[in-house]
């Protein structure tokens, strides 16, 4: 039988994916800020024009992608590590016959520790569904049936 997730080391290990997916799009957000603002009018004109709205639009979108990892980092610092669960709610580690969900922010599937997690948040169907359950009551989610074994 597989050895059961450690919660603990299951948020660190997020916080550090986090922190890597916050880091390279720093470092984007650096390159093309400074592709923008090195880039020199040429006599093409119009074109240059074309050219630094696209790059606009692309810091504008990085911008708003690391806007949001900044939120998931917020969350997952919400994420109680003391407290002990009856039931699915907000910051649980559940383990079911479907496979082992974290409530807590949308990643997806996550490698961790030799074995796969779900990283999803509250608001997602599968979050919404498990929201509340308890040991041994049972969900369906896209046709599925999902026992849950155990809320840590």
């Not at 949001?68 to 590590?81: D, G, Y």
């Not at 796969?116 to 948040?121: E, N, T, Y």
């Amino acid at each position: 039988m597989d050895k059961p997730v450690n919660k603990s080391d299951l948020l660190h290990h997020l916080q550090a994916l986090l922190q890597k997916k916050l880091n390279a799009a720093q470092l984007e957000i650096a390159s093309t800020r400074d592709s923008f603002t090195n880039d020199t009018k040429s006599s093409a004109g119009d074109k240059h024009e074309v050219g630094r709205a696209m790059v606009q639009q692309e810091l504008d979108k990085l911008d708003d992608q690391h806007a949001k990892l900044i939120v998931l980092q917020q969350e997952l610092a919400r994420v109680p590590l003391d407290r002990t669960f009856d039931h699915v709610a907000f910051g649980s580690l559940v383990e079911t016959d479907q496979g082992t969900y974290f409530l807590a922010i949308g990643l997806g599937r996550i490698e961790f520790g030799g074995r796969s997690c779900f990283a999803i948040s509250l608001a997602s169907p599968i979050g919404q569904a498990l929201k509340d359950k308890r040991a041994g009551e049972q969900v369906i989610v896209n046709g599925r049936c999902i026992t849950v074994h155990h809320i840590k």
